[in-house]
T-cell receptor, first 115, second 114 residues
Framework: AQSVTQLGSHVSVSEGALVLLRCNYSSSVPPYLFWYVQYPNQGLQLLLKYTTGATLVKGINGFEAEFKKSETSFHLTKPSAHMSDAAEYFCAVNRLGNYGQNFVFGPGTRLSVLP | KAGVTQTPRYLIKTRGQQVTLSCSPISGHRSVSWYQQTPGQGLQFLFEYFSETQRNKGNFPGRFSGRQFSNSRSEMNVSTLELGDSALYLC?????????????FGPGTRLLVL
């Protein structure tokens, strides 16, 4: 069975500081990896995804993530945090099953940005 | 294109009642998945529908059911509501074709069971 862990349920950074949100996965087959962001009282918005090819993936709002197979990790980073980045972030793994899709989400990391 | 829409946005029910939630996918998307989000359990997969057929199912009791119509719109039903069913229910759509698909989420329906 595949699973996703996110180290740190709550991360606080100062405005302008580096954002690093950690994601590790377990999967018996090559995974497809996603990061989603959820703002209060809203659904999930796709930040970026890795399927195949280049292991460094760039997403929206200045975020990027690097797939490291040897470390089974897909950490999310942003060089300089902005107040508007405060939200909850979810890492997800998707493996195409025999029929349809099987998305498994991590528990989420709440990011606070301090002025 | 319009995004995924869910109705209603908020709902209050009492224990024992039943509830039906609706989801309209992005135009052209044929796959609809449902998730339950709670503070304690996080995001949990309920089921996925594609071309009016349930294609995947999570580990939820039979009180949770769904269906999909020919226009890809989907409904989710919860019968005999329990306090623990209070949650944000999220719907996501994707094209549903071969290969891994990106899921696009709606704003959710917040259900409160009293």
């Amino acid at each position: 069975a595949q699973s996703v862990t996110q180290l740190g349920s709550h991360v606080s950074v100062s405005e302008g500081a580096l954002v690093l949100l950690r994601c590790n996965y377990s999967s018996s087959v090559p995974p497809y990896l996603f990061w989603y962001v959820q703002y209060p009282n809203q659904g999930l918005q796709l930040l970026l995804k890795y399927t195949t090819g280049a292991t460094l993936v760039k997403g929206i709002n200045g975020f990027e993530a690097e797939f490291k197979k040897s470390e089974t990790s897909f950490h999310l980073t942003k060089p300089s945090a902005h107040m508007s980045d405060a939200a909850e972030y979810f890492c997800a793994v998707n493996r195409l099953g025999n029929y349809g899709q099987n998305f498994v989400f991590g528990p989420g990391t709440r990011l606070s940005v301090l002025p | 294109k319009a995004g995924v829409t869910q109705t209603p946005r908020y709902l209050i029910k009492t224990r024992g009642q039943q509830v039906t939630l609706s989801c309209s996918p992005i135009s052209g998307h044929r796959s609809v998945s449902w998730y339950q989000q709670t503070p304690g359990q996080g995001l949990q997969f309920l089921f996925e529908y594609f071309s009016e057929t349930q294609r995947n199912k999570g580990n939820f009791p039979g009180r949770f059911s769904g269906r999909q119509f020919s226009n890809s719109r989907s409904e989710m039903n919860v019968s005999t509501l329990e306090l623990g069913d209070s949650a944000l229910y999220l719907c996501a759509s994707s094209q549903g074709l071969a290969g891994v698909q990106t899921q696009y989420f709606g704003p959710g329906t917040r259900l409160l069971v009293l």
